[in-house]
């Protein structure tokens, strides 16, 4: 079983500023990475997925990933109150049968 | 509007009172999956199904039962509620796993087991 790990938080930042959310995992032959963003009762939302090395940007947003360190990043730019939320890391377990999760990083923006 | 929709919203039940809760999505996906979510441990799996007639444990599958019948809905049954299933219940679907496939999620399904 493949883990994913992320920090719990929260992470404050102010307004405006870039918000910094991190991700590791196991299983070394992962191949697909999401990321999903939950606000509180509210059931996840697709951010964006990257599958290649390097960085994949998507307006305001940009992950990052690096297989040889199996770590995954999303950057958020510009941040905005709205943006606080949990967000969740996933990716495909080795069967392929499921979405792992990482427990989710909680980040607040204050205006 | 393509979407995943789940009933009911929100359920009150007790201990041994058997119950369903149905899924529903309109994108002709293949694949259909239910999480529990819990406090402090994350989205879990319960049961997955990658196509009709197709269904396998997850992560966390005592307890529950699910069945797929027709493509479009995967309802999860609890057979004898206990308090430990008390949850945010949520049913997802996508076209598969392939790399760029994207999981949608139902709106939940919160559950308290008295």
């Known amino acids: 079983q493949k883990e994913v790990e992320q920090n719990s938080g929260p992470l404050s930042v102010p307004e405006g500023a870039i918000a910094s959310l991190n991700c590791t995992y196991s299983d070394r032959g992962s191949q697909s990475f999401f990321w999903y963003r939950q606000y509180s009762g509210k059931s996840p939302e697709l951010i964006m997925f990257?599958?290649?090395?390097g960085d994949k940007e998507d307006g305001r947003f940009t992950a990052q990933l690096n297989k040889a360190s199996q770590y995954v990043s999303l950057l958020i730019r510009d941040s905005q109150p709205s943006d606080s939320a949990t967000y969740l890391c996933?990716?495909?377990?080795?069967?392929?049968?499921?979405?792992?999760f990482g427990k989710g990083t909680t980040l607040s923006v204050s205006s | 509007e393509a979407q995943v929709t789940q009933n009911p919203r929100y359920l009150i039940t007790v201990t041994g009172k058997k119950l369903t809760v149905t899924c529903s999505q309109n994108m002709n996906h293949e694949y259909m999956s239910w999480y529990r979510q819990d406090p402090g441990l994350g989205l879990r799996q319960i049961y997955y199904?990658?196509?009709?007639?197709?269904?396998d444990k997850g992560d966390v599958p005592e307890g529950y039962k699910v069945s797929r019948k027709e493509k479009r809905n995967f309802p999860l049954i609890l057979e004898s509620p206990s308090p430990n299933q008390t949850s945010l219940y949520f049913c997802a679907s996508s076209q598969g796993l392939a790399l760029t496939d994207t999981q949608y999620f139902g709106p939940g399904t919160r559950l308290t087991v008295l």
């Open positions: 996933a990716v495909h377990n080795q069967a392929g049968t499921a979405l792992i």
């Open positions: 990257i599958y290649s090395n």
């Open positions: 199904s990658m196509n009709v007639e197709v269904t």
